[in-house]
């Protein structure tokens, strides 16, 4: 069984950084797509970037630039990096692995 955990998230002012990490059990880390997704309240859940096997990325165009999506096979671990931060970032940012198995979210709130 696949568990994921998400850390990182908090408050941040607009133009700050956070770096979001998603730990993952199991041995199938490192043959599987990873990604990143987010919900802001009242809004659908959204992709924000992903990462193939390979480490092939792909970005929402909102968050091109500014993001940077990475993984550590050897951890077993992902990573998002924010970097420029705005206030419409803010959300509950998930990872998944393969679309099947999720974490349990951590909160970024962007605000002064």
């Known amino acids: 069984q696949v568990q994921l955990v998400e850390s990182g998230g908090g408050l941040v002012q607009p133009g700050g950084s956070l770096r979001l990490s998603c730990a993952a059990s199991?041995?199938?880390?490192?043959?599987?797509?990873m990604g990143w997704y987010r919900q802001a309240p009242g809004k659908q859940r959204e992709l924000v970037a992903s990462?193939?096997?390979?480490?092939?990325?792909n970005y929402a165009d909102s968050v091109k630039g500014r993001f940077t999506i990475s993984r550590d096979n050897a951890k077993n671990t992902m990573y998002l990096q924010m970097n420029s931060l705005k206030p419409e970032d803010t959300a509950v940012y998930y990872c998944?692995?393969?679309?099947?198995?999720w974490g349990q979210g951590t909160q970024v709130t962007v605000s002064s």
């Open positions: 990462i193939t096997l390979s480490s092939s990325t």
């Open positions: 199991g041995s199938i880390f490192r043959f599987s797509d």
């Open positions: 998944t692995l393969r679309n099947i198995w």
